[in-house]
């Protein structure tokens, strides 16, 4: 058995203490600003949610507990900041992910139609879940302004976001081996 590369390990430190804070901040800075910023650009209409990105990203890298802390945590955080039940969304979000994470059997996460097809049905699951709960234990909350009709179109437009993201991802870690085709 040969010894690790200091090189590598490292690079494989620099990842643990520099890659995964990043991706958590990133996602704390779009959960507060995502209202501002669908107002300014004017598509309050769509729910653009990068949340699912990163998360279907952490599980391809097969960083399972780092995806449902952060599934978890960026819940509670847009619970904070959305007119709903608080844990309304750390449920959704938690509930989705261990949903998604029983698929590896069957799916190759680190192929990039397979992880655009699971960010888009993870955001069909994400508010499908919210409208039935809303609906059912309505407890004085304001439904959401999104329809049955916006909710394909945004998890498509999400869709199309993944592989340009995942593709920035790698980049930042120094990963050029994916498939994008």
């Given at each position: 058995m040969s010894s690790p590369?200091?090189?590598e390990f490292k690079a494989m430190e620099r990842e643990q203490w520099i890659f995964y804070p990043l991706i958590w901040f990133t996602c704390g800075i779009f959960v507060i600003l995502r209202g501002v910023m669908a107002h300014l650009v004017g598509i309050e209409w769509v729910d653009i949610?990068?949340?699912p990105i990163f998360l279907i990203y952490l599980i391809a890298e097969d960083q399972d507990f780092r995806a449902g802390c952060l599934a978890f945590f960026m819940g509670i955080l847009t619970d904070i900041f959305a007119p709903c039940q608080l844990g309304l969304f750390a449920?959704?979000?938690?509930a989705i992910l261990l949903?998604?994470?029983?698929?590896?059997q069957f799916?190759?996460?680190?192929k990039i139609k397979a992880s655009v097809l699971l960010v888009a049905i993870f955001l069909l699951a994400k508010w499908s879940l919210v409208l039935i709960i809303i609906r059912i234990l309505s407890l004085g909350q304001s439904?959401?302004?999104?329809?049955?009709i916006?909710?394909?179109i945004s998890a498509l437009i999400t869709g199309m976001i993944t592989p340009f993201l995942f593709y920035f991802l790698?980049?930042?870690r120094g990963k050029e081996n994916r498939d994008y085709a």
């Amino acid at each position: 058995m040969s010894s690790p590369d200091p090189k590598e390990f490292k690079a494989m430190e620099r990842e643990q203490w520099i890659f995964y804070p990043l991706i958590w901040f990133t996602c704390g800075i779009f959960v507060i600003l995502r209202g501002v910023m669908a107002h300014l650009v004017g598509i309050e209409w769509v729910d653009i949610d990068l949340i699912p990105i990163f998360l279907i990203y952490l599980i391809a890298e097969d960083q399972d507990f780092r995806a449902g802390c952060l599934a978890f945590f960026m819940g509670i955080l847009t619970d904070i900041f959305a007119p709903c039940q608080l844990g309304l969304f750390a449920f959704v979000y938690s509930a989705i992910l261990l949903g998604i994470n029983q698929c590896r059997q069957f799916l190759d996460f680190n192929k990039i139609k397979a992880s655009v097809l699971l960010v888009a049905i993870f955001l069909l699951a994400k508010w499908s879940l919210v409208l039935i709960i809303i609906r059912i234990l309505s407890l004085g909350q304001s439904i959401p302004s999104i329809t049955f009709i916006l909710i394909p179109i945004s998890a498509l437009i999400t869709g199309m976001i993944t592989p340009f993201l995942f593709y920035f991802l790698n980049l930042v870690r120094g990963k050029e081996n994916r498939d994008y085709a």
